[in-house]
């Protein structure tokens, strides 16, 4: 295990520049953010050449610190032949040894994190540690946990899964009643999908022998989900997520069957695809009720994923961020315009002199409901627009609801704020009337930035703001509904006015609540804020 003292890196996309980022993985834990990803060796490859793995830490998805280096040589893998592909079908992605490290995994069991890794494309091992820095990860077996019989290991595996041609790409789910599960990719001669198997609690024993995954066609265009390996597996609201680069299908059971739903990005967008094709290895998860989509590219591809004309196709890559979003009937879309605009910035920056600052790219937000907005203003067809339809070329609009007093959203790292000028706000729909304060800092004691009274608006709202020297370029928006009034009577029959709050549900975020849930008794109630500027 090597620990390094690595100067931090400041985000941007590529998240990290110049280190090869390949197959990132990404998991909160500790209110920290771990990225455990491969390592292709070198910008001139032509074939893949991973020489070991990497855990980079950051508490702001900007600013990156990297922390642990995993060598195969501290696996089984040492004792792997060294295998190049061969031009074979049946063994022509099978990798292994010292230039293998592929894609890897983590998951948190009492106390005990499991580290999953792809011997190339032929096997896969296990190995744990005591903190999720990995830093006394050790091989828990000293052979794979899972191999394939048509592609034997050596030495040979806890588990041999029959009539395929490598194990490899793990993906871990620990699901809300404490179960731990391990998805990974195969090939088949005949059919090519996805298997998974519940863990022991000991994280590296399989609880059962490893099934077959079913995917079913999308119902409405019949359409098959493409490729074999490369899966993220996660849970939202009780729906089951698998995915494969952009392309993702829903079960309301781990074991599936899932349903084939379609891309996270339009594929009608075929010049500008920032990597997000079915080579786009990665993974999504939630930080602080935002979600976000982390995976790699290959820089020798251009923005519509196949290799550049009269350029050899390298295997080097580098890793990208974007927000997602989840619209109607668990649809779910990578934000393609935060990329075409701002993506090189990254997630997590703002810049004051941008044209307009989405709802939905906030970092953090406390009583909040995200939601698919497109139906909200007037004159819009009356049917929403379906997140991922092959042929549509639009993105979905979103806006964030503020369900009440305690609603806030966090836009941290504003730059080029000017010292006054004006802050407009537009709402996806009228808000009820009270004030929108923006602080310029998280805690109570943050300095007022701007008040805007929101008294009968319709869409947008206008108010001067002024910043002092010292105020930081983090920028935190509170709702406050206007206080409602009561008469009561003292006993001398006098009358007096008391205010009276507002009655607003109190969630802990979109985790706990759907953003269809904030509408049934709420109609006209909250702020649903579609998005937000300042200007001289």
């Given at each position: 295990m090597l620990l390094l003292a690595v100067a931090p890196a400041t985000g941007e996309n590529p998240i990290v520049v110049g280190k090869g980022m390949a197959d990132p993985h990404i998991h909160i834990f500790d209110d920290t953010a771990y990225l455990y990803v491969g390592h292709d060796r070198s910008p001139k490859a032509t074939s893949f050449q991973m020489v070991d793995w990497n855990v980079w830490t950051s508490t702001d998805l900007v600013n990156w610190k990297h922390v642990t280096t995993i060598s195969p040589k501290e696996t089984y893998m040492k004792d792997s032949p060294t295998l190049h592909p061969l031009q074979r079908r049946r063994v022509d992605l099978r990798y292994s040894g010292d230039l293998a490290a592929w894609a890897c995994d983590v998951i948190e069991k009492d106390g005990t994190y499991g580290f999953f890794f792809s011997n190339g494309g032929t096997d896969m091992g296990v190995m744990l540690a005591s903190d999720p820095a990995l830093s006394d990860a050790k091989d828990a077996l000293g052979h794979p946990l899972v191999s394939a019989k048509a592609s034997p290991s050596y030495p040979a595996a806890d588990t041999e899964v029959d009539d395929t041609e490598g194990a490899y790409d793990p993906t871990l789910l620990l699901d809300d009643d404490g179960s731990a599960y391990l998805c990974f990719g195969y090939r088949h001669p005949s059919l090519s999908s996805y298997m998974l198997a519940r863990l022991k609690d000991s994280l590296y024993e399989l609880a059962e022998e490893p099934r077959v995954v079913i995917v079913l066609p999308d119902p409405k265009t019949g359409d098959s989900m493409p490729g074999s390996d490369k899966p993220t597996l996660h849970i939202r609201h009780g729906v089951?997520?698998?995915?494969?680069?952009?392309?993702y299908a829903t079960a309301d059971n781990v074991y599936g069957p899932y349903t084939y739903r379609g891309a996270t990005l339009p594929h009608s967008q075929k010049s500008r695809t920032f990597g997000l094709t079915g080579q786009a290895h990665g993974r999504f998860f939630t930080w602080h009720e935002q979600s976000f989509h982390v995976w790699c590219m290959f820089v020798d591809q251009n923005n519509s994923g196949v290799p550049v004309p009269g350029r050899t196709y390298h295997r080097w890559r580098e890793s990208w961020m974007t927000y997602t979003h989840y619209g109607d009937n668990d649809t779910m879309v990578d934000d393609w315009r935060f990329l075409d605009r701002h993506g090189r910035t990254g997630v997590g920056q703002y810049d004051a002199t941008w044209n307009k600052i989405e709802a939905e790219w906030y970092m953090q937000s406390t009583d909040c409901v995200k939601y698919q907005s497109d139906m909200d203003r007037p004159g819009t067809n009356k049917n929403r627009l379906?997140?991922?339809?092959?042929?549509?070329?639009?993105?979905?609009?979103?806006a964030v609801n503020f369900l009440g007093a305690t609603s806030t959203l966090t836009f941290?790292?504003?730059?080029?704020?000017?010292?006054?000028?004006?802050?407009t706000l537009s709402f996806s729909r009228p808000p009820s009337n009270g004030y929108m304060k923006v602080y310029g800092s998280t805690s109570d004691e943050?300095?007022?930035?701007a008040s805007c009274h929101l008294q009968d608006i319709i869409h947008n709202a206008t108010c001067p703001f002024e910043r002092a020297s010292s105020l930081a370029g983090e920028l935190q928006f509170r709702f406050e509904p206007e206080l409602s009034r009561r008469r009561i009577f003292r006993d001398d029959q006098q009358a007096l006015d008391v205010p009276q709050a507002l009655d607003v549900p109190r969630t802990s975020g979109p985790s706990a609540l759907r953003a269809q849930d904030s509408f049934s008794k709420q109609q006209n109630t909250g702020a649903k804020l579609d998005w937000w500027s300042l200007s001289l």
């Open positions: 089951y997520y698998l995915s494969a680069g952009t392309f379906n997140v991922n339809e092959l042929h549509n070329s639009q993105q979905p609009e979103f941290p790292k504003v730059s080029n704020m000017p010292q006054s000028g004006t802050l943050g300095q007022l930035f």
